[in-house]
């Protein structure tokens, strides 16, 4: 947030992307952080976005990109491809796995609340959250989130490869 002009900071639209206002009030926090002497940095990983179709669609990544195996669900197309909740008919849920360390890598989904979902899912990523801590998650039934419902199958699909 610090520019090359000596006691000139700088956040928002104006650095560059993401031009997202959450990421803009964090900029500006470690701006102001950096001004007071206390030295900060801007942290983009997992830093969800999110655009609002028939479905919210969102995502969230660590950044860095060809990382990890995708599994998704339901199928891209035919039989099968939606699953159904109450309220209807819903999309897609998708997960990126490191396999060698299991840390979720990437998330994405298609389907009523996907917003507020990703929200979370990047924040556990930046934590290094992995496939095996979502285990122990009891999931509200039904749901739209297959998030969740990835993670657990990659984690079996890890333990079965490493035995």
Known sequence: MRTSVEGVYAAG???????????????GT????????????MDYTGIPQAMSLRYDYA????????EGVTLSAPAPAGPGSFWDVAGGWAGL??????????RLVGAAACVPGAATLLSYVG???????T?????DIVEVHPSTDGVYG??????DMLRKRDG
């Open 59 to 66: 995502f969230a990544t660590t950044g860095a990109d060809g």
């Open 131 to 135: 496939a095996s801590d979502f285990d």
């Open 93 to 102: 849920a998708q997960v990126r796995i490191d396999p060698e360390t299991g």
């Open 150 to 155: 990835l993670a657990r199958y990659a984690a």
């Open 13 to 27: 639209d104006v650095i560059g992307p993401p031009y997202l206002t959450p990421a803009a009030r964090r900029e």
């Open 30 to 41: 470690v701006a102001a952080e950096n001004i007071l002497g206390h030295p900060a940095i």
């Open 123 to 129: 924040y556990l990523m930046k934590r290094g959250i």
